[in-house]
């Protein structure tokens, strides 16, 4: 798993690319984490490189999430494709986070 940022005037900008897994979800979580504890409150994540998300992906999300929603920050994701945006759907994750089709409207959600 690939993760850059972006810092844009409204929230930090992450693409994941490759797979979130066992793996390499407590990466990701580590990476969010470390942001916030930076002082960001606001994010969008680009997943239109990630090709493959389990449940130990969906659980970092979450746990990202929680994280933020005590500092009254937002995540947002962008970009869902295939695999990715099935198991978002599958999960109920697509209710529970809002979803743009692009990091330019994901910015203006913030």
Known sequence: ?????K???TALVVTVSGRMDAVTAPEFEKSISD???QGEKAFVVNLSGLEYISSAGLRSILACAKR????????IFSGLQGHVKEVFSISGFNGIFKIYESDA???KGV
């Open 1 to 5: 798993m690939n993760i850059s940022t």
């Open 7 to 9: 810092k844009e005037s």
């Open 35 to 37: 942001f916030i504890t």
């Open 68 to 75: 933020l929603k005590e500092q009254s920050g937002k995540l």
């Open 105 to 107: 409207e994901g910015l």
